[in-house]
């Protein structure tokens, strides 16, 4: 070989990254070859090219990439690098001892071959597989589901039969519900095209189309009630059906898979029509009508096939709840006839608007409907067998196993249930019988139309410690009169509120005027009976601080006493027994509003029933508990602070045996601290014995009592509700026509023959008349000792006794001699003391200046007079009816 041959050119490596390997004698095998010799590093052999900065970076820290990925793996001993595999057979051992190869897993995750966070990254293989084994495993459950469900037997389910109703001795009261309802089934031939067409555009669109069940309808439903939007239901015609043919109506996981089931498999069994027709024969449409022909018959008195498209549209409009669409009104605040009426109408737009839109009824009739007005149905008709007062006992019953136990109304509708009630069946006929003795002895409709007509009279008999409802008085005739005067009616409560508004000033304590409003418990002065208070007429309200309290329109406000009397300082045991309206206007806004709420809510009056409590006039009764309510409250007190709920239903039995009691969900708490509970009955107390109430005082003759006259502004409604140790009962009365459209609460001045109407006339009339026969097999129970209680806030002044000149006391049947009221106290000179509460004098005696300037806070009259809005005609003033009094405040005697 000649010394002169050329040598083979050398291969360019990777970089400057290679050079520097070279220069350190360090090579890699070149990418791709698959026999390089063995050699190490160092040797003077071709240069090997690399792939790139990244391989001479591995290759630099000792040749990361296994040697098989270099070719290895055709038998070369490719020994060159740090971690180098061993050799084939033609090579020798490595500097490196190769790694051994993963091994392959069923599962790869995380995932091999990737590093950091993209070991936990899912491959899509990964992600599709997981999405189809998710829907496989769905389909496969709801295939078993299917498999599994069977459809019960539509007339086993749908068997309907009667109650029984017993009085609090286990005596039969009366047979109803169940099998006396109202529900005749017709077939789809019997059912107007219209009335089809309405229900479907109302309540499911795609019914025609869907199979049962609307899985967008229920996404919506459950994305809009986890966006914090109105509960729905997502339900299709098909799933009510089931629900209402099948099911129970309790609101459990366990019943909504088992409706969905269902649905699917009717849905693929039955035809559409069966299902429709299904659905209008057993859904409910209020007026115990279950069904479309018993519900045309009770809202239009016609056959289902006579119903025009308007009266279709209304009577789907029902379905979405009876007693909150029902123009007659329903029960509960929020369901009056005006809401109701206003609430069907718009609903009874949108079906014929829906109807439109899906092609089932064209824009010019849809026209001439609206242009006819909403359909008003008749008045209700109920049955015969809930006459007098059964009827309002039995549905009171029945709201109360629909609000309060697993039953729903649907089961309770279907029969075969004992009900034993807390009633007791010889105070019902006494609390009827008193009702009725005064009315027939003073209400004249026919000698006096103009005041006579339309009273109504409400009450309610609760027992103390246990909240027992034993009796109730819920009108004239419960297939007269619908609305139940014992149960929630509107009904403004008057000056019985105040019991509350002490109880809160001897539990919480009035509040330091210089301290900010939110106050600790040790910041509060809790209050005595004997606190002085200012009971002049025309009283400026002020804020706790002494701040002149304004209204929405920036107006000052000043209260009124019955009679306009003026009282001057007055202790709050004398106000209550007076009924004297400033001190206790006052006290409630030294407490705060929002304690008195607090209290009364402790003492169980429900937040439903309280409203417009920022507004002073709270303090007197602007509030409308219910006789059951305010009767259950002041059990409370005669519980010395242990509150009941009020209930009526003791327990439920099936033919399967009992399936509810009272006693596993009965509680009674200590709502009002005790010594504060005793000391509000000892004021009370007074009360009947010296005050308002003396009308009572046949009953604390024989049995220990206390109660509370109450009389609202613009003399539209009068109360009594007192107790003894045993009872407690309250007895309302006002007047309304209850069959007008739009409800309105009439005055009582003249009613009866007498100027006014307070509660120490007829309601405290009926109260003694009642209590006297339900108390009679029962032996004195002596309320609890009333501890010295709080402070006594302010200091008495030397002014006369007050006088119940023209009070509620001169209402009663033996009326005291009138007495002249006693003069308003003068205005004190400079050297005078202030009044205790007045916190405006003692700024202005401690800031301003000695001749009541500007310069110091004074008012700038010279004179030192106060400017006062004008004062309204009283009998204008309806402050306490709506809750919203104007400038002036009336009685609330």
């Known amino acids: 070989m000649s010394e002169h041959r050329r040598k083979p050119p050398q291969q360019q ?100 071959g990737k590093y950091g966070w993209h070991r936990f990254v899912p491959s899509w293989k990964q992600v599709t597989g997981t999405c189809l084994g998710f829907f496989g495993l769905l389909v496969a459950t709801a295939g078993i589901g299917l498999w599994a469900v ?85 339900s299709t015609i098909t799933q009510q059906y089931v629900k209402n043919t099948y099911l129970s109506q309790e609101q459990t996981l366990k019943r909504k898979i088992t409706e969905l089931l269902i649905s699917v498999k009717v849905g693929g069994i039955e035809s559409k029509e069966t299902i429709l027709a299904g659905y209008l024969n057993t859904a409910y449409y209020g007026r115990g009508a279950y069904g479309i022909e018993a519900a045309a018959r009770a809202y239009y008195n016609k056959s289902a096939l006579d119903l025009d498209t308007s009266e279709s549209a209304f009577l789907a409009a029902t379905l979405n709840g009876p007693n909150l669409y029902d123009p007659a009104g329903g029960q509960g605040p929020g369901a009056s006839a005006e809401e109701n009426t206003e609430r069907a109408t718009n609903r009874w737009k949108f079906a014929l608007r829906r109807m439109v839109e899906i092609d089932k009824l064209d824009q010019s009739e849809r026209q001439e409907i609206l242009a006819k007005g909403f359909p008003e149905p008749d008045k209700p008709r109920p049955a015969t067998n809930k006459a007098g007062q059964i009827g309002y006992l039995t549905d009171l019953a029945d709201n109360y196993i629909v609000a309060n136990t697993s039953l729903s109304r649907t089961e309770l509708d279907r029969g075969g249930y004992k009900i034993h009630t807390t009633f007791d069946k010889k105070k019902m006929a006494a609390l009827t019988k008193a009702v009725e003795k005064v009315e027939k002895e003073n209400i004249d409709e026919k000698k006096r139309p103009e005041t006579d007509k339309y009273v109504q009279f409400g009450g309610a008999s609760v027992e103390p410690k246990t909240g027992k409802i034993k009796a109730i008085y819920g009108g004239s005739d419960a297939t007269v009169h619908f609305t139940n005067n014992a149960d929630y009616t509107g009904v403004q409560v008057g000056s019985t509120f105040k019991p509350f508004v002490l109880s809160a000033a001897m539990e919480y304590g009035i509040r330091d005027p210089d301290l900010p409003p939110e106050q600790t418990p040790e910041q509060r002065t809790i209050v005595s009976p004997k606190s002085i208070y200012d009971g002049d007429n025309e009283l400026k309200v002020k804020n706790y601080d002494g701040t002149i309290w304004h209204n929405e329109k920036d107006e000052e406000w000043h209260q009124r006493n019955d009679g306009d009397e003026s009282k001057g300082d007055i202790d709050l045991r004398t106000a209550m027994q007076f009924s004297t309206n400033t001190p206790y206007i006052q006290l409630a806004m030294d407490v705060g509003l929002d304690k008195v709420r607090q209290t009364a809510e402790a003492a169980g009056i429900k937040k439903d029933n309280l409203p417009g409590w920022r507004s002073p006039s709270f303090a007197l009764g602007t509030s409308a508990p219910s006789a059951i309510r305010l009767a259950g409250a002041y059990a409370t007190f005669a519980a010395s602070g242990k509150q009941a709920e009020p209930y009526s239903v003791e327990s439920i039995e099936s033919k399967d045996g009992e399936v509810w009691n009272h006693d596993e969900v009965a509680k009674v708490k200590q709502g009002i601290p005790a010594d504060v509970a005793d000391n509000v009955t000892d004021v009370l107390r007074t009360v009947v014995q010296e005050g308002t109430g003396t009308a009572a005082k046949p009953v604390d003759a024989q049995w220990p009592t206390a109660g509370k006259t109450g009389t609202t502004d613009g003399n539209k ?91 509620e006391e001169e209402e009663s049947p033996d009326p005291s001699p009138t007495t002249e009221a006693p003069p308003t106290s003068p205005e004190p000179d400079p050297t005078s003391t202030c009044r205790p509460l007045d916190w405006e004098c003692r700024q202005n005696e401690n800031g301003g200046n000695e001749n009541g300037g500007e310069e110091n806070g004074g008012s700038g009259d010279p004179g030192g007079g106060e400017p006062t809005t004008e004062q309204p005609d009283p009998g204008e003033n309806e402050g306490n009816e709506n809750g919203n009094p104007g400038a002036w405040f009336g009685s609330s005697m």
């Open 150 to 234: 069977q459809i019960p037997d539509v007339q086993k389910a749908a068997a309907v039969q009667k109650n029984v109703y017993y009085w609090s001795d286990d005596t039969q009261m009366v047979i109803a519900g169940g099998g006396d309802k109202n529900r005749q089934i017709v077939d789809i031939e019997e059912i107007p095209q219209s009335m089809q067409n309405a229900v479907v555009a109302a309540e499911n669109a795609t019914f025609w189309d869907d199979n049962g069940v609307d899985p967008m309808g229920i996404a919506r439903a459950v994305v809009n009630m986890a966006m914090g939007g109105s509960t729905q239901s997502g």
């Open 717 to 807: 409604s009068a109360w009594f509700a007192g107790y003894t140790r045993q009872l407690s009962t309250a007895i309302g009365m006002f007047r309304v026509d209850d069959q007008a459209k739009k409800q309105k609460f009439l005055e009582m001045y003249g009613t009866g023959g007498q100027k006014s109407i307070h509660g120490a006339s007829f309601p405290a009339e009926i109260w003694t008349e009642y209590m006297l026969s339900a108390m009679k097999d029962k032996s004195p129970q002596q309320f609890p000792e009333p501890s010295d209680l709080g402070t006594i806030v302010g200091e008495p002044t030397p002014t006369p006794p007050p006088s119940p000149t023209e009070t």
């Open 13 to 112: 490596g990777g970089g400057r990254a290679a050079a520097r390997r070279s220069q350190s004698g360090r090579r890699a095998a070149p990418r791709g070859a698959s026999h390089a010799p063995s050699a190490s590093f160092g040797s003077e052999g071709e240069e090997r090219p690399y792939g790139g900065r990244a391989e001479a970076r591995r290759a630099a820290k000792g040749g990361r990439r296994r040697a098989a990925d270099h070719g290895a793996g055709h038998g070369a001993g490719a020994g060159g690098g740090r971690r180098g595999g061993g050799g084939g057979s033609e090579g020798g051992r490595g500097r490196g001892r190769g790694r051994e190869p993963e091994k392959k897993r069923f599962i790869d995750y995380p995932r091999a």
